[in-house]
């Protein structure tokens, strides 16, 4: 299957990566330094898919190739919102990281991105 919109799957790759990466030493400014950063990360993740709003199977042949990413997609989301939930946007990425519950989101990003990846390589 050729996707209609393979730019943004990277982008979504690329935010995976970084949510599922160990979080970054932080200097006094408490920003992420890396490149997307976690507000970016998440800003293409959700922002720019509008998987908060809409099921992330719609899509499927845009951005997605089939049903098991797209349940491994929301299981991220799910636990970014979570984290969401509890923070402002603005709160400075030490907070986010903080957060109880980044674990999980870490670790449904990385099964996410195992998942997305595979499907890369058929």
């Known amino acids: 299957m050729t996707l209609e919109f393979p730019d943004w799957r990277e982008d979504v790759l690329a935010a995976l ?3 599922a990466a160990e979080p970054p030493r932080l200097s006094g400014s408490d920003v992420d330094p890396r490149w997307p950063d976690v507000t970016n990360a998440i800003h293409w993740l959700i922002d720019d898919t509008w998987w908060d709003a809409k099921d992330p199977s719609e899509s499927i042949g845009r951005t997605l190739y089939d049903e ?3 349940l491994a997609v929301s ?3 799910e636990a970014v919102l979570a984290v969401a939930g509890r923070l402002q946007p603005e709160d400075v990425d030490r907070l986010w990281f903080g957060d109880a519950n980044w674990p999980l989101v870490r670790a449904r990003a990385g ?3 195992d998942v997305l990846r595979t499907a890369d390589r058929t």
């Open 75 to 77: 299981r991220v989301v």
């Open 68 to 70: 098991r990413e797209a």
């Open 111 to 113: 099964e996410a991105l």
């Open 17 to 19: 990566e970084c949510l």
